[in-house]
């Protein structure tokens, strides 16, 4: 299976900051790579799709960029419904396989 | 607005069997595939199952192969999942969500808790 490692595992900041997540993949898989962010107590929902491709209705603050086993999730000025837990999940292989998670807090 | 909503989470001891069901609303259901994905409390997100649009073929994870079993009826909009020999380490929020690749939109969920 593919693994997904998610860095940092936690991340500290404030409104207004810029903060980035990364996710590496153990082998190659393209841009077949997807963000989600998850509030406490709700399902998750998509942000970003093949690595780069904004969801309908999700704000420009977000951003995603990365290929083969480096990604990063960017937060331009980070707003006070952006602190929640984001994973990565790739779709590569039919195994899928979802990062560990990146909690984000406020400082 | 696209929604799924799950049901059949329960209570069962270990080596019992439930079957999870999953509503759909909004989309046209037959069209896609779906995927079932679950959350330990506490933990992170484990992709579980996948069924393609017409149910011809279904994948899984290895932790659940052979005990779990996905299917559908698209004549009733209705998405299943098979869950036997349940062991401890099932206990977990089953969530269905609409797709195979990417993922949206999300159940809220279903709990199913193992346990003596």
């Known amino acids: 299976d593919i693994q997904m490692t998610q860095s940092p595992p936690t991340l500290s900041a404030s409104v207004g900051d810029r903060v980035t997540i990364t996710c590496r993949a153990s082998?190659?898989?393209?841009?077949?790579l997807a963000w989600y962010q998850q509030k406490p107590g709700k399902a998750p929902k998509v942000l970003i799709y093949?690595?780069?491709t904004l969801r309908s209705g999700v704000p420009s603050r977000f951003s995603g960029s990365g290929s083969g086993t480096e990604f990063t999730l960017t937060i331009s000025s980070l707003q006070p419904d952006d602190f929640a837990t984001y994973y990565c999940?790739?779709?590569?292989?039919?195994?899928?396989?979802f990062g560990q998670g990146t909690k984000l807090e406020i400082k | 607005e696209e929604q799924l909503l799950e049901s059949g989470g329960n209570l069962v001891q270990p080596g019992g069997s439930l079957r999870l069901s999953c509503a759909p609303a909004?989309?046209?259901?037959?069209?896609?595939?779906m995927t079932w994905v679950r959350q330990a409390p506490g933990k992170g997100l484990e992709w579980v199952s996948t069924i393609t649009d017409t149910g011809g073929r279904t994948y899984y994870a290895d932790s659940v192969k052979g005990r779990f079993t996905v299917s559908r009826d698209n004549s009733n909009n209705m998405l299943y999942l098979q869950i036997n020999s349940l062991r401890a380490e099932d206990t977990a929020v089953y969530h269905c969500?609409?797709?195979?690749?990417?993922?949206?939109?999300w159940g809220p969920g279903t709990l199913v808790t193992v346990s003596s």
């Open positions: 082998q190659s898989i393209s841009t077949w």
């Open positions: 093949k690595a780069s």
């Open positions: 969500s609409k797709g195979s690749g990417w993922v949206d939109p």
């Open positions: 909004g989309f046209t259901f037959r069209n896609y595939a």
């Open positions: 999940q790739q779709y590569d292989s039919y195994s899928r396989t």
